[in-house]
């Protein structure tokens, strides 16, 4: 069952045996939003990396709202028009918060702030494509009653400790890390798994 953490509680719940877990706490979604820009110039950063914002005492406040940011047209040229970039901006819950229902104010705040990570760039003039607010980006790392599993992954045939039936096997990034790497991991752990049983 390739899914998220919540869809998989409920269909087990369904399951014979497993009723009880329709009535416990659901793993929890961390939510986040995402800001896209188009740039007429070449962008700042010339690696395909994320960058991450370092500044863990002022993070997600409200003059510094940008988590991360990254290129994806210096990753694939594809993802922009010819002679443009596409820049994507990660502001997590706290910040996303702090500007409810106040998007042109969150668009300038995360200008304000990737101009001082970038102050060669014309990030004034970027220009805003849209925004995303998306509540079940990924499980939360370590809270809720399914904290990440960084010694590779969670044993698939399992969901809480409680053993699946026969040839039942469990994959997504909330059997391991909340990354897409968690996710791929948990994905080659369920492959293995099945191929095991099939023998």
């Not at 706290?94 to 760039?121: C, H, I, S």
């Not at 079940?136 to 969670?154: F, M, S, T």
Request: net charge negative; charged share 20%.
């Amino acid at each position: 069952l390739a899914t998220d953490s919540k869809v998989a509680q409920h269909f087990i719940s369904t399951l014979d045996g497993f009723e009880s877990l329709a009535d416990e706490e659901q793993p929890e979604q961390q939510k986040v939003g995402c800001l896209y820009y188009a740039l007429d110039e070449t962008p700042p950063v010339k690696d395909p990396i994320l960058i991450l914002n370092g500044d863990a005492a002022n993070r997600n406040s409200a003059t510094q709202p940008v988590n991360n940011v990254c290129f994806p047209s210096v990753v694939n040229p594809s993802y922009a028009p010819k002679g443009k970039h596409l820049c994507s901006v990660t502001c997590l819950k706290t910040a996303m918060e702090l500007y409810e229902g106040r998007p042109k104010e969150l668009d300038q705040a995360v200008r304000n702030q990737l101009q001082t990570w970038f102050p060669d760039a014309s990030v004034q003039d970027w220009k805003f494509l849209k925004s995303y607010w998306i509540p079940n980006a990924q499980p939360g790392q370590l809270q809720g009653p399914i904290p990440a599993n960084v010694y590779g992954g969670r044993d698939c045939t399992k969901y809480r400790d409680i053993p699946l039936p026969e040839k039942f096997v469990l994959c997504g990034d909330y059997m391991a890390t909340a990354t897409l790497n968690g996710a791929l991991e948990s994905g080659v752990n369920a492959g293995k798994t099945i191929v095991e049983q099939l023998q």
